[in-house]
């Protein structure tokens, strides 16, 4: 049994997400408000909370304002995105300032449940599709490192270690990582502290974020050639 807390100013996605957990997740709990300055109220009231839900487009707090403002406040409380808006860096800046999560609001029941599920579970949740998607690269000048050179952290890692690291940055768990690589999920602990000590990462999600900035999958198509 779980309680949570979503912060939306859309009473029909409030709704969707009460049937939701309603159906998936039993014997839990679901407040509502419709602006962080509320949500701060019932956090307040419920120190019991294990997860707020937080959209970017409240009327009192636009963009990652909130998500700011709830991890000076609260650092205590996981917080997890659910937005309408799906650009790859926004996901990975609310990642960088400490969300346990981001989930697109188009993502259908089955999926969003199976998302609140595996932060419930304490992992990470990233959006797949999202984290896909090749990062904007801005045009250099003829003068400047040009976008093909490697980067000097990505070229510690070997073959294995980018693929391990790719799976990370689409918010698989090791369990998962050594089902989709075939390898055992103790070689997969293994890898995933290699990737960290080669990046001078300090945890999980500061890989990801790296990996991020350095557009893995990019990096990945060059040195294959």
């Not at 049994?1 to 159906?23: E, K, W």
């Not at 839990?28 to 962080?36: D, P, T």
């Not at 304002?65 to 996901?91: K, M």
Request: glycine letters at 4%; proline letters at 6%.
């Amino acid at each position: 049994m779980y309680s949570l807390l979503v912060a939306d100013d859309h009473p029909l996605f409030r709704d969707a997400l009460q049937t939701v957990i309603s159906g998936g997740l039993a014997g839990s709990q679901l407040a509502e408000a419709e602006s962080l300055a509320d949500a701060m109220t019932l956090v307040e009231q419920h120190a019991e909370l294990d997860l707020l839900l937080l959209d970017l487009s409240l009327p009192d707090a636009e963009g990652l304002e909130g998500l700011t403002r709830l991890r000076e406040v609260f650092p205590w409380l996981p917080v997890a995105i659910v937005s309408a808006h799906q650009e790859r860096q926004l996901v990975l800046d609310a990642i960088t300032l400490g969300a346990v999560g981001y989930i697109p609001k188009s993502t259908p029941r089955e999926a969003m449940l199976a998302a609140l599920t595996q932060i419930l579970e304490g992992q990470l949740y990233l959006p797949p599709d999202i984290m896909r998607r090749p990062a904007p690269r801005a045009s250099l000048p003829p003068t400047t490192v040009t976008a093909t050179t490697p980067s000097e952290r990505l070229a510690r890692l070997t073959e294995k270690q980018l693929m391990v690291l790719g799976c990370m940055a689409k918010g698989m768990s090791n369990k998962h990582i050594a089902r989709e690589l075939l390898i055992a999920e103790t070689t997969v602990k293994t890898h995933v502290s290699a990737i960290l000590r080669k990046l001078n990462a300090t945890s999980r999600v500061h890989a990801i974020v790296i990996a991020g900035e350095e557009d893995l999958s990019f990096y990945r198509a060059n040195r294959a050639h």
